[in-house]
């Protein structure tokens, strides 16, 4: 399994990005929970949000209700993060990651021990 993030940069606050995660693999990407994760310098590794295998749930951090949205297309075996009104505490090298399982809930989706598969990382920096 590959995942490959992009679409990270620099943003001015409330300025917006959307993320992207190319899967590939021998599993038809159909079959994972995908999630997304942060980590600042620092500090530990932390959940973002989450989509399950069919994309019609989904699972946020408090930090980023109602400002994120996670959606998946998986025909073309990609999970997206929009993210809209950015704050600085945003900056991070942000992750996303396979869950082999499919199925999240809203415990399981935010457990870093949750997810098999993990990508290399994209920088988001937001300036003041």
């Known amino acids: 399994v590959q995942l490959q993030a992009s679409g990270g940069g620099l943003v001015q606050a409330g300025g917006s990005l959307r993320l992207s995660c190319a899967y590939s693999?021998?599993?038809?990407?159909?079959?994972?929970?995908m999630g997304w994760f942060r980590q600042a310098p620092g500090k530990e590794r932390e959940f973002v949000a989450a989509?399950?295998?069919?994309?019609?749930?989904?699972y946020y951090a408090d930090s980023v209700k109602g400002r994120f949205t996670v959606s998946r297309n998986n025909a073309e075996n990609t999970v997206y993060l929009q993210m809209n009104s950015l704050k600085p505490e945003d900056t991070a090298v942000h992750y996303c990651?396979?869950?082999?399982?499919?199925?999240?809930?809203?415990?399981?989706?935010?457990?870093?021990?949750?997810?098999?598969?993990w990508g290399q990382g994209t920088q988001v920096t937001v300036s003041s």
């Open positions: 990651a396979a869950d082999s399982y499919g199925i999240l809930t809203v415990v399981s989706s935010a457990d870093i021990n949750e997810y098999d598969y």
């Open positions: 693999g021998g599993r038809t990407f159909n079959n994972y929970g």
């Open positions: 989509v399950s295998w069919n994309g019609v749930d989904t």
